[in-house]
């Protein structure tokens, strides 16, 4: 898969802030997911990002900043810990939920009284949101529901005739969502799991972080269980004995696709098969799962990955994509 993102002459970026100023939306590379982007402080816009993917009103949009020196502009009662993972994990990955500045649309936040922010590291975006000089909504560009697109042709995908202004980043190298911290008051949450794992963040803010899991009471806006989902029904199954139970079992008809790190299973039509680190099955993730869900397939098996907190984020994803 090609990550590096081709070079987009400046005058393609600045002909991007200006639908931004003219409130229109944009669909921009990050490091993690295309975004569908939108001015932060316009109404209308961040109004037209909710009708364009179908999502809830109740589901707030992550603010997508230049530099961390941003923050204090959109948030207020900053803890230090939040300080010191911004200056050390931006531009990248990492999504803070902090109480919100009074100006902060609440058609944003969906209501609430804290905001999300992050800044990208995606030299497009960087460079976007430089030359926009503000903060941009940018929720994944796909339909509500749907998995993440992760190059510029899976954007077009979600939306066909509908589709935005796309500047190609090429594709997105982390490949999977951020990792969403609460931070309020001195026990920080674990929103949405990503690539920056608790024990990175424990390590470098000092702090005791609270994991999916660990804390049970935390509504999580956004987090239903049948998000990312393909259109095809996915099965998550552990190793290789499930897998062959599964096919043993299943009609001879019945066209099956695997997305796992074990060798292609006989029997099964399509497969994709993840390379063994975490970071690069998170790069090949949702690639690999729209790869299969185009293919006419009855069932995709999935196979669950190792349970360390390396594999949180993909762990997460994948048990959404296959429903409760
Ligand atoms: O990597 C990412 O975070 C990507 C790229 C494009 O930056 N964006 C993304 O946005 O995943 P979206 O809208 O698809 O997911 C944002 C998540 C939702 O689950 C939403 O509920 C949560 O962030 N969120 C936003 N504001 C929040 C808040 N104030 N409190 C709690 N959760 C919040
Ligand atoms: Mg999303």
Known sequence: MNAT???LPQSTIERAVSELSLGHLVAIPTETVYGLAADATNEQAISQVFVLKGRPPDRPLIVHLAAAEQL?????DIPEYARVWADEFWPGP?????????????TL??????VACRVPNHPVALATLTSFDGGLVAPSANRYGHISPTTAE?????????TPMVLDGGACEVGIESTIVACLGSKPEILRAGMITAEQLETVGGVRVNSPGMAPNIVVPGQVSTHYAPRTRCQLLAGPQAVS???????????VGYLGWQPAPSGVEKSVILEACPAASARQLY??????DRAGLDVILVESPPSDQAWAGIRDRLQRACGP
């Open 5 to 7: 993102p081709p070079d």
């Open 72 to 76: 204090s502009e959109w948030a207020l």
């Open 109 to 114: 936040t969906a209501g609430q009284s804290t």
């Open 287 to 292: 690639a690999g799962l729209r790869e299969l």
């Open 154 to 162: 899976a954007v077009h995908e979600e939306f066909g005739n509908q």
């Open 94 to 106: 990492l999504t803070l939920v902090l109480p919100k500045k009074a100006h902060v649309s609440t």
């Open 245 to 255: 139970s599964f096919l043993d079992a299943a009609s001879s008809d019945l066209r």
